[in-house]
């Protein structure tokens, strides 16, 4: 009886491996130094500003990819790595700007706590 109890106790546990492995855990909380983007453009706004009408700067182009569906995204500076951002409200007022976004990584998405200028670096 106590071998089936264990074998039913431990049946979930691949699952959950499998599951931690796929998602994992977010990690701490971080500074990401960076600029704010659109997932549109990604780092590189100068092809759409090119093709016309998205705007003279990466400002400008960051809000007419939103307002056309793209999300906020963030590209730090360190890593150069593009992140999606869950908070689509802190971002905005940064649009084409670098921060500092203070949040918890996992996978390729920050979960943000805060955005502020990064003016000086």
Do not use: W
Request: glycine letters at 12%; one cysteine or more.
């Amino acid at each position: 009886m106590l071998i089936a109890f264990m074998r039913s106790s431990y049946r979930g546990l691949p699952l959950a491996a499998a599951f931690l492995a796929v998602f994992g855990f977010a990690g701490p909380e971080t500074e990401f130094i960076g600029f704010i983007t659109d997932t549109e453009c990604g780092p590189n706004h100068a092809p759409m500003i090119a093709k016309g009408g998205m705007g003279k700067d990466d400002r400008e182009c960051t809000l007419a990819c939103i307002k056309k569906g793209a999300t906020f995204g963030f590209v730090d500076a360190d890593r150069k790595r593009f992140y999606q951002l869950d908070d689509q409200d802190a971002p905005a007022p940064y649009a084409g700007r670098k921060v500092r976004i203070q949040g918890r990584q996992q996978g390729d998405t920050i979960y943000v706590t805060s955005v502020r200028p990064a003016d000086g670096d």
